[in-house]
């Protein structure tokens, strides 16, 4: 009776597992990117069509409760990609209940698509109502800006002409012998893909960033026009990502997505 080896069977299984630890190991099976980065804290694609509860599509899934006279039903509309949800000011928002946003000083980005002819309204809020301690992107003054609730910045080129616009607020890492970031060293502004020109720095523009953590993170407050794909990042995204959202090759690996 001839008895066959076992070894060429377990010299297989061991190139076998040696292989895929190497590939999970390497992350070459999924390269990340800026819809899959760790740092996505929170993206609200406005898809639904029904209810009132918006998913949120990142890894978190920090949903969001539609408040107010507000529901998919009846605000759903076309939007930039997909869908969009339409805000009709008064009491319409949406509340990330229990969520707190990006607190401290630590970085962070916001990107959006709107649409909107109205002057006044927030894209997104959240912190403690005192100064540097809120963070709102905002409209102000008829043009996309930020304030932490004491000196505000916002873009030169307007942003109310009723057309789908991309806007991004980016706040870098402060060294570390200052008191946290300010507007007016620390803020960048994007529109459609490109660093926006600065129209106006205000009082207070080197009060330090130090956002609280009271309010739950609240989306459309007082705004009035279209919202859609709402992102929320950890992290200060490069010039070259925020670009990449805009022409919506966010799904693409990139050498600087971490």
Not at 96 to 108: D, F, H, L, Q, S
């Amino acid at each position: 009776m001839i008895r066959k080896s076992s070894l060429p069977i377990l010299w297989v299984v061991a190139s076998v597992l040696c292989l895929s630890w190497a590939f999970i190991a390497t992350g070459e099976d999924k390269p990340k990117t800026l819809d899959t980065d760790p740092h996505l804290v929170g993206w609200w694609k406005f898809d639904e069509t029904a209810g009132k509860t918006a998913a949120d599509s990142s890894k978190f899934k920090r949903k969001g409760t539609l408040k107010g006279e507000l529901s998919f039903d009846k605000s759903s509309a076309d939007g930039k990609i997909g869908k969009a949800l339409r805000f009709g000011g008064k009491d319409d928002v949406v509340e990330i209940k229990g969520y707190k946003g990006v607190t401290g000083t630590k970085p962070r980005t916001v990107t959006a698509w709107i649409k909107t002819n109205k002057t006044d309204g927030e894209i997104i809020s959240w912190g403690e109502n005192d100064f540097g301690r809120m963070f709102y992107c905002r409209h102000i003054r008829r043009r996309i800006g930020v304030t932490p609730d004491g000196g505000y910045l916002y873009m030169k080129e307007y942003t109310n002409d009723d057309k789908w616009r991309h806007i991004g607020v980016v706040v870098i890492e402060a060294p570390d012998d200052s008191p946290g970031p300010n507007l007016h060293d620390h803020v960048k502004l994007y529109l459609d893909g490109e660093l926006a020109i600065i129209d106006d720095i205000g009082l207070l523009d080197l009060w330090p960033l130090t956002t609280g953590k009271e309010i739950d993170v609240r989306i459309g407050r007082r705004y009035i026009g279209l919202l859609d794909d709402l992102r929320l990042y950890d992290r200060a995204l490069s010039e070259d990502e925020v670009k990449a959202i805009y022409e919506l090759k966010s799904n693409q690996p990139l050498p600087k997505a971490k």
